[in-house]
Each structure stands twice: as C-alpha cells, then as structure tokens.
C-alpha cells in the first residue's frame, strides 16, 4: 500500500497544491488561465510532439492495445450518453455532453505523471500510443455525434467539415500530427531544436498539474449529483473494466496492458467541460465531474493498480 501511495500521492499533491493556492488567493484565477494556456497550448504539445516523433510505431502501436482501449472508451460514452438521456431525461444534446465525460479519460495530465511513476518511464510508449490517437477519436466521435443531434435531418454535407475543423484548431493535435510528420519522413531533429524542445518538456506536466489544480477550483459540484455520480462511475469503473477484460481476453502484454488501463482508469479530462461548453449543454454536470472525479480517483487509481500485474 505504501508504494502504490507513493505513486499516487505526489501527483495528487501537485494538483492540490494549485487548489490551495487559487482557492486561498495566492496565485490568481488569470494567472492560472495563463499557466493552462502555455501548457496545453505550447509545453504538452512539444511533449507530444517529442514523443511521437521518437515513438516506434511498429512497438508501440498494436491492434490490442488500441481497440481495448478505445473500445473501453466507447462503451463508456455510450452508457453515459444512453444513461443521460434514459435514466435520468436529459435532451439529447445534453446527453452527448455528459456521454463525453465518460469518453474522455484525462490520459495526459494525469494518466502519464501516475503511469511514469507507477511502471517507468520506458513503459510511456504505450501510453504515447493511446494519446497520440486520443484527441482525434474521442473529439472525432463526440462532434459527429453533437452534430448530427443537432441537425435532426438537416443535410450532412458540412458534417466532415466542421468535425476536422473543430478537431485541427487544437494545438495538442498540430504537435501529434507534426510528430507523425517527422517520425514517417526520418527528418533529424537538430540538436539545439531538441534540447528547447526538451526544456519546454521539462516544465509541462509539473505546471500543468499545478494549474489544473487551480482550474478545479471554479468547478463548484452543482447541478444534477445522481447524474454527476453516474458519469464518475463510468469514467472510472466501467472504461477501465472493458479495457482490462479486452486486454486480457486479446492477449495484451503486461506493459500494454498496464498503459491501457491505467489511462482508462483517470478522471474525466478538462477537455470534458471545455466540451460541454463549446455547445453550452450539461456544463455544471461536466464541470462537477471533472472536481469530483479527479478527487475520487485518488481511490480508484489506487485499487486499478492493485488489480493490474
């Protein structure tokens, strides 16, 4: 128990320790949408940028792997899109909010600090797999299924449109689509690119835990709480229970299979509220979901790795 703490801990104190500091009125509620702004915008993608580039796609990318994963993941949007709408009444376009928070797994902030410290540092290539196909998929889906909910029969024609557009204004996307770019075409990285780069690296995930402390502070838990418990419990229940029956009723090895749960296993990302907001649908749900599950995965992060080999 002591090591899994030992894991666990240091990254949720972090995370913490930017709730105090924003709650108590240390470090200012702009001065954190700056810190978020720098970290998603520019330090996470020259991460993934970096990670991508160097990856070993033929190692790291494997059938398994992805689909326990994102089947997982899909199974968690459909019970919570299916739960919104017919359990607890929501409009449909409400439904597809709340949906996505059962789709998308805070897989960077917090799946790679936890994964880094719990297996190594050599294990991430699986864990990079899985982000480098995250953003697209989960957005991918979560559009195309807000859009044709909203059309209700209006013509599809600029579906694919506003879908890749919507997708390719993401800054994380540009840096996983330049680390394909250099990855596929062997272009070198010149040594003083990569050592910036490197330094830019260095910084991300530490401030990025600082400020997503910081951002959970304006979460209040408000609105429906059934609704908001039934979205933590697929997040951090049902994604990784698919994952891991499909991992090891397809034969996942012990370290993809480790990334792949683990990853499955985190809270409802940001990009969840940011979602509902885009569309202005189910955003105190979404919102009280990322503060409450991120606080209840302290928990069940911990029994996930318990259960894992």
């Known amino acids: 128990m002591a090591a899994l703490l030992d894991v666990i801990l240091p990254v949720f104190l972090v995370i913490g320790a930017g709730y105090l500091a924003v709650w108590r009125g240390l470090f200012s509620e702009a001065g954190v949408d700056g810190l978020m702004k720098f970290t998603q915008n520019f ?3 020259c991460l993934l940028f970096r990670a991508i580039a160097g990856l070993d796609l033929g190692a790291g990318f494997s059938v398994p792997l992805l689909a326990s994963f994102y089947a997982g ?6 019970a919570g899109l299916l739960g919104a709408r017919f359990l607890f009444g929501r409009p449909w376009e409400d439904a597809v909010a709340i949906g996505f928070g059962g789709l998308f797994s805070n897989s960077v902030l917090l799946g790679l600090p936890i994964s880094e410290r719990a297996f190594g540092a050599e294990s991430l290539q699986f864990n990079f797999a899985i982000v ?10 979560g559009l195309t299924v807000m ?9 599809a024609r600029a579906l694919p449109g506003k879908v ?14 330049l680390g394909f770019a250099v990855n596929l075409t062997g272009l070198p990285i010149p040594a003083v ?9 260095r910084a991300a995930l530490p401030a990025a835990l600082f400020g997503l402390g910081g951002v959970l502070v304006r979460y209040r838990p408000e609105g ?10 697929v997040s951090l229940v049902l994604h990784p229970a698919v994952t891991l029956g499909l991992g090891l009723a397809m034969g996942l090895g012990v370290d993809p299979l480790r990334a792949a749960v683990t990853t499955a296993a985190m809270a409802p990302g940001v990009n969840t509220y940011i979602f509902a907001n885009m569309y202005g649908r189910a955003r105190r749900v979404a919102a009280s979901a990322v503060l409450i599950g991120t606080a209840a995965s302290v928990l069940s992060v911990w029994l996930w790795l318990l259960v894992l080999p």
Request: aromatic share 8%; charged share 15%; proline share 5%.
């Open 43 to 45: 330090a996470i993608p």
């Open 132 to 141: 480098a196909l995250h953003a697209p998929f989960c957005y991918g889906l």
């Open 147 to 155: 859009e044709v909910v909203r059309a209700r029969g209006a013509p």
């Open 224 to 233: 429906d709480l059934r609704t908001i418990a039934f979205v933590c419990a």
């Open 73 to 78: 993941a899909t199974a968690g949007f459909l």
């Open 164 to 177: 890749l557009g919507a997708m390719f204004r993401n800054a994380l996307m540009i840096g996983i689509a």
């Open 193 to 201: 690119l990569g050592d910036a780069l490197d330094l830019m690296i």
